[in-house]
């Protein structure tokens, strides 16, 4: 296999020459780099990950931080960042919320790995840190970027939506149709865009003149297994509702399931209403109305960010998403209630 100093032995130039064409680092002149290529060319040569790594002085890695892989929501943000990152020439290790700890203390053990791996940058995407964790980074801090959480120390590095918007919108949704007896499956209550997504619809019932305070309302922890475990739930407490409001999308496929296992009719009897719209909502039965959360471009934009300062780059990032129902079977208006 060619190496590096056979390229610039066959080329006439020096090491450092050659490495500086390689890595389209540093000038050369037009002629002296047609020469390292045509020697590259006859060569077939082809830096490996460690030598492009001592060219350009860092790992050509992003490593990427997620508390758990299960379910769809995870998935499709990884694969994601993972094509984005091939297209730049780059890689990236993923890390998972494992061990004894309690989530932040697994959140803190997964980024110190993914430094200890020479990790270029950090994509982190957990509600259990707290500010003072990224301020313990040091140096590295700089080099982080947040999904989906704001921190205080490093403002500039998070990339989020507006949580209490989306809340509000999913409220006005089931408003609009009539409805005003509605049943809510949240997630882990102390989730931070849990907090804010039904502080918003709250707000929006009440500006409306619901009374929330009677609101039936459980933990489904945002997975199928507990959305299914609360509409089972909502069925026996004997509760009136005509509306369900899950707070993502994969408690929706749970109660989905949970309702159709019970014979309640969706929509006829009983609409749902999910919030992500994940990959997952096209495919339930019936198909789920969900307010879209743009997670691809709101990661991609964080990741541009990241790279922009691991590797100077000058890639476009906007902060701005805008948030709307993806509209499809789950929804039906009041009046078309069976009684």
């Not at 909502?234 to 399931?257: H, I, K, P, Q, Y």
């Not at 309702?259 to 009897?269: L, M, S, Y």
């Not at 495919?283 to 307010?291: C, D, G, N």
């Amino acid at each position: 296999m060619a190496t590096i100093k056979d390229v610039a032995r066959l080329a006439g130039v020096g090491l450092g020459t050659a490495s500086r064409v390689i890595s389209g680092k540093g000038s050369v002149s037009q002629s002296t780099t047609e020469k390292v290529r045509k020697a590259i060319e006859e060569l077939e040569f082809r830096p490996s990950h460690a030598a492009r790594s001592l060219l350009s002085g860092n790992s050509q890695m992003i490593g990427v931080y997620i508390p758990y892989l299960s379910g769809t929501f995870y998935t499709p943000i990884l694969q994601s960042i993972y094509t984005a990152l091939r297209a730049a020439g780059l890689n990236m290790v993923v890390a998972f919320g494992v061990g004894d700890g309690d989530a932040r203390n697994q959140a803190i053990d997964g980024l110190n790995f993914l430094i200890e791996r020479g990790s270029d940058g950090l994509i982190v995407m957990s509600n259990a840190m707290e500010d003072e964790d990224f301020v313990a980074l040091g140096p590295f801090q700089s080099k982080v970027v947040v999904i989906n959480q704001d921190f205080a120390s490093i403002a500039a590095q998070c990339f989020t939506v507006d949580h209490e918007a989306g809340g509000r919108l999913a409220a006005r949704t089931l408003l609009e149709l009539g409805h005003r007896k509605i049943a809510v499956i949240a997630g882990r209550a102390a989730a931070p865009d849990n907090q804010q997504r039904i502080a918003g619809f709250k707000a929006e019932l009440e500006a409306a003149g619901v009374d929330t305070r009677k609101m039936w309302m459980a933990d489904g922890e945002f997975t199928p297994e507990g959305g299914l475990a609360c509409a089972e739930q909502l069925l026996r407490s004997g509760e009136e509702f005509t509306a369900v409001f899950c707070a993502n999308d994969e408690m929706a496929v749970g109660a989905l399931s949970m309702f159709q296992k019970a014979g309640v009719q969706v929509p006829q009897q009983v609409s749902v209403l999910g919030y992500d719209d994940t990959h997952s909502a096209e495919f339930t039965a019936p198909q789920l109305t969900s307010v879209h959360i743009p997670w691809s471009e709101m990661t991609l934009n964080g990741l541009n960010y990241l790279l922009n300062q691991c590797y100077d780059l000058k890639r476009p990032v906007a902060r701005e998403y805008r948030l709307h129902v993806a509209e499809r079977a789950s929804l039906a208006p009041l009046k078309r209630k069976t009684k």
